[in-house]
């Protein structure tokens, strides 16, 4: 079964500055999607990118970015020029292309607070 | 509608006793999920509607857990003689095409089990 690891429970930003969410993973599939959502009080999940394993370039979306290494199974995301709505809950997902690809595999999160 | 509907939002319940949660998913959604995630930690699959069929439900923690979709939309989540353990807050995915690609969550409803 694959597994998901966020290593860090907490970091902390200040504002317009960058911070990087640590997300590794374990699986023995050479295809497959990886994600980060994003979860505010609210509570709802709003996905913030998401990285196809074929695909060697690093996804990218407005001011988050990743930094995908497939041989070390490692899936970081920077988060540049951090803003207050930054602030929630961030989870790192993994997914199968395969059969089995109708879950989501998710870490434990990182929360960041963002300092004004 | 614009977005995943969940209810009731909080619900509290003895131990004991019966719950129901409902998922609205987006109109036309193929696909919806539900996840348990509980205090301080990142959810955990619990079952996956094809419309109305139940492809997999093996996260379901125990037989006292059970999913429905009967119409292919509206889902319910029941839990019967809840436990202290299922205190957690349930979240509902749905997504237009098959398997869990571009999901759409909804805020979740929170169970407190005293």
């Known amino acids: 079964a694959q597994t998901v690891t966020q290593s860090q429970p907490e970091m902390s930003v200040q504002e317009a500055e960058t911070v990087t969410l640590s997300c590794t993973y374990d699986t023995s599939e050479s295809d497959y999607y990886l994600f980060w959502y994003k979860q505010p009080p609210s509570r709802q999940m709003i996905l913030v990118i998401r990285q196809e394993a074929y695909k060697q370039q690093n996804a990218t979306e407005n001011r988050f970015s990743v930094n995908f290494q497939k041989a070390a199974k490692s899936f970081s995301l920077k988060i540049s020029d951090s803003q207050l709505g930054d602030a929630a809950m961030y989870f790192c997902a993994y997914r199968s292309a395969g059969a089995a690809g109708n879950k989501l595999t998710f870490g434990g999160g990182t929360r960041v607070l963002v300092k004004p | 509608g614009a977005g995943v509907s969940q209810s009731p939002r909080y619900k509290v319940a003895k131990r004991g006793q019966d719950v129901a949660l409902r998922c609205d998913p987006i109109?036309?959604?193929?696909?919806l999920f539900w996840y348990q995630q509980a205090l301080g930690q990142g959810p955990e699959f619990l079952t996956y509607?094809?419309?109305?069929?139940?492809?997999?439900k093996s996260g379901l923690p125990s037989d006292r857990f059970f999913a429905e979709r009967p119409e292919g939309s509206v889902s319910t989540l029941k839990i019967q003689r809840t436990q202290q353990e299922d205190s957690a807050v349930y979240l509902c995915a749905s997504s237009l095409s098959t398997g869990a690609n571009v999901l759409t969550f909804g805020a979740g409803s929170r169970l407190t089990v005293l």
């Open positions: 509607f094809q419309n109305e069929a139940q492809l997999d």
């Open positions: 109109s036309g959604h193929v696909s």
